[in-house]
């Protein structure tokens, strides 16, 4: 199970930091990252961190503005938001996946465990 946490309402320019903690069957040694979806549109590939050497992947269109980190021993995964767009307005959703080939890093259909979505909202 994977329970995200953190959106909200803020600003452009203002940060956010989401949460997403594994429990239960889904704490075993996963890749975790995000996606984003708004009504009508695909799920999108946000960002991923792999489990075994801490490296990172992100979208072209937060790179440098979200940073993902996470912290094992918590089975917790974190995104840093950083220079909000009202672009970025959208359902997160944190997913998890048991090692990830690169080649599928940014497919919605390589990740096996995904949390309920929480919402960030940008102002302009």
């Known amino acids: 199970q994977l329970q995200a946490s953190g959106g909200g309402l803020v600003p452009a320019g203002d940060s956010l930091t989401l949460s997403c903690a594994a429990s239960?069957?889904?704490?075993?040694?996963?890749?975790m990252g995000w996606f984003r979806q708004s009504p009508g549109k695909e799920r999108e590939f946000v960002a991923v961190m792999r489990w075994s050497g801490g490296h990172s992947y992100y979208a072209d269109s937060v790179k440098g503005r979200f940073t993902i980190s996470r912290d094992n021993a918590k089975n917790t995964v974190y995104l840093r938001m950083n220079e909000l767009k009202p672009e970025d307005t959208t359902v997160y959703y944190c997913?998890?996946?048991?090692?990830?080939?690169?080649?599928?890093?940014?497919?919605?259909?390589?990740?096996?465990?995904w949390g309920q979505g929480t919402q960030v909202t940008v102002s302009s």
């Open positions: 997913a998890a996946t048991p090692r990830v080939i690169l080649s599928a890093i940014r497919m919605r259909s390589s990740y096996h465990y």
């Open positions: 239960g069957r889904t704490t075993s040694r996963l890749d």
